[in-house]
């Protein structure tokens, strides 16, 4: 049996993240993983950064080539009724920013400054399961090679997501789950083509929505909006570029190049919150407590706040030997995710096609579009909820 201060249940950022925080504060922990670094790496998630969280990757050095390669952007456009409107972002909130750096060269550049700190992570783990965390000496157990194997800590941080093991341990009895499904998905494209704009597009339609990204200045992700019935195989990349250009307004329709996709995938949507995120020694953080629609961008920067969170309790623990951020985590880490819950709702809410609310649905959100571009008390409430509330 081997033994470390804090065992980490999967490699994605947040894993990653918080093995990096913690050993900045001399904390010892071991990463195990399911999967293999190139499955983690495959995954193809969002990409708009919060100051929060590029701060917290600064903090651990983790953060030369995000400045050198990402895409720092002041605003955002809403398109509505054939429409773009600026929310300018700095403006509404004293200077904040976003930072649009996907979350694969995230997980990437904490891979590698995991391997340059010779910090363990154990990848292609199978039958991975937790014990005794009701207690002070948690196990973690798994197979590797077809090896038994198990690792001795003081807590366990679940970060394996929302299909993990560590949520799925815990008793029933002892967890509330939350859920909202939203009756549509997101038909996303990744293509090697230069963006559409400088900046995001968010566009409200009568055709549904749609979301015009960027990963680079070469590199384009596109979404629309789609009934969850829809396959893959339904759409050729012409059928979705002749769809994204009917949702943009003139101008966008004609500065839109398109490409074969790279990568082409249906997401549903869903709000999910698991309460409470501590039980004994496990603490959960990121997706394995909490999901939310990709409409706000929340999902990365939520997983990044728990696990500053977490870190910053561990140090308490184990170097200050006072058991306050440990024992308050939950409480503080569920305050900023049901607000951020509250926004991706809202957000997703007012930018969708809700097909069973008919077509006075549609007017009153663009009557409250127009209010959001048209006043600054709404518009700041939105720019400060984007750039991210503070931690």
């Known amino acids: 049996m081997t033994s470390t201060q804090v065992a980490i249940v999967g490699a994605g950022p947040a894993g990653l993240l918080l093995g990096q925080l913690l050993a900045k504060s001399g904390i010892t922990s071991v990463i195990i993983e399911r999967q293999s670094p190139d499955y983690v790496l495959g995954r193809i998630r969002a990409g708009v950064l919060e100051q929060g969280t590029v701060d917290a990757l ?3 050095g983790v953060d030369a080539r995000l400045h050198q390669e990402g895409l720092p952007h002041h605003g955002f456009d809403l398109l509505f009724k ?5 929310i300018d972002l700095a403006a509404l909130t004293g200077g904040k920013q976003v930072m649009v750096y996907g979350q694969t060269e995230v997980t990437k550049d904490l891979m590698h400054a995991r391997e340059a700190s010779n910090l363990t992570t154990i990848y292609n783990a199978n039958d991975v399961a937790i014990h005794n965390f009701d207690g002070d000496s948690p196990r973690v157990t798994y197979t590797l090679n077809g090896q038994a194997h198990e690792l001795k800590a003081r807590f366990i941080a679940g970060c394996d997501g929302f299909h993990g093991v560590c949520r799925a341990s815990v008793p029933s009895s002892a967890i509330q789950h939350y ?7 997101w038909l996303g494209v990744l293509a090697d083509v230069p963006p559409v704009a400088d900046e995001l597009i968010y566009a409200n339609t009568d055709r549904g929505f749609a979301l015009c990204s ?6 384009s992700r596109y979404y629309l909006q789609c009934p969850l019935s829809d396959t893959v195989e339904q759409w050729s990349d012409q059928a979705f570029w002749h769809e994204l250009g009917n949702r ?5 329709a004609q500065a839109l190049v398109t490409g074969p996709s790279i990568e082409k995938s249906i997401a549903p949507l869903r709000s999910f919150v698991a ?3 501590r039980f004994g020694s496990l603490m959960l953080a990121g997706d394995a407590a909490h999901i939310v629609p990709p409409t706000g961008a929340k999902g990365l920067n939520l997983a990044a706040s728990d696990v500053m969170y977490l870190a910053q309790a561990f140090e308490r623990y184990f170097n200050d030997k006072d058991n306050g951020g440990v024992d308050g985590y939950s409480a ?9 819950e509250r926004f991706s709702w809202w957000f997703t809410s007012l930018m ?11 007017k009153v959100q663009e009557a409250e579009l127009d209010y959001l571009v048209n006043s600054t008390a709404a518009a700041t409430s939105l720019a400060e909820n984007y750039v991210g509330l503070p931690l």
């Not at 054939?82 to 600026?86: A, D, I, K, N, T």
């Not at 943009?248 to 966008?252: I, K, S, T, V, Y």
Request: charge should be positive; charged fraction near 25%.
């Open 58 to 60: 600064g903090s651990i």
């Open 248 to 252: 943009l307004d003139p101008q966008a």
């Open 275 to 277: 309460e409470p995120m």
């Open 214 to 219: 960027m990963r680079s200045k070469t590199r």
């Open 332 to 340: 503080q880490a569920l305050s900023r995710v049901w607000k951020a």
């Open 179 to 185: 859920e909202k499904i939203y009756p549509f998905g």
């Open 82 to 86: 054939g429409e773009r409107h600026r």
């Open 352 to 362: 969708h096609q809700f097909p069973e609310l008919g077509s006075f649905n549609q």
